[in-house]
């Protein structure tokens, strides 16, 4: 996965760097470029143990416009969190409300049908989306499907 998403980023962001040994991608220009779909909020008991100021992220939607932004949202969370149980697709997040209730209103933006949610309260929170995708959005989830078969392979080792 992380060499699928350097080589699909490598063209547009010339300061792309893959560290293999850490297992990231360095890049400031998309790190800014992320940056921009999120709202940032300093939180004054949120630091480490340096003393360093930390932000809480949160997604702004008013950032996916198009069709195609929300496709994309979509697939990612999907392809992160998501399995397939016959033609029912489930999202099962933990511990971030602000990450589900974005996932909810991307997927209602468009048109999947069925779309039933959960939260159980525990250690950790987790919260679940059941949904049938829209024809367009499918054709996605299922020609970028390897990534969730690379995503479990690198979570086995």
Do not use: H
Request: hydrophobic letters at 30%; glycine letters at 4%; a neutral charge.
């Amino acid at each position: 996965l992380l060499r699928y998403n350097y080589n699909t980023f490598k063209s547009e962001f010339s300061d792309l760097k893959l560290d293999t040994i850490n297992r990231t991608l360095k890049s400031i220009a998309l790190t800014e470029k992320m940056n921009t779909f999120f709202n940032w909020n300093y939180d004054e008991n949120f630091t480490n143990e340096n003393s360093d100021s930390l932000f809480i992220g949160t997604i702004n939607l008013d950032k996916f416009k198009t069709e195609e932004q929300k496709i994309s949202f979509a697939v990612g969370v999907y392809t992160r969190y998501g399995q397939k149980n016959d033609s029912t697709y489930c999202i099962n997040i933990a511990n971030s409300n602000t990450l589900f209730d974005s996932s909810l209103k991307i997927l209602s933006d468009l048109n999947c049908k069925n779309i039933k949610s959960e939260i159980y309260k525990a250690i950790p929170t987790s919260c679940i989306i059941y949904f049938q995708p829209s024809e367009e959005l499918k054709k996605y989830l299922v020609y970028y499907g390897f990534l969730r078969e690379t995503i479990g392979d690198t979570k086995k080792t």
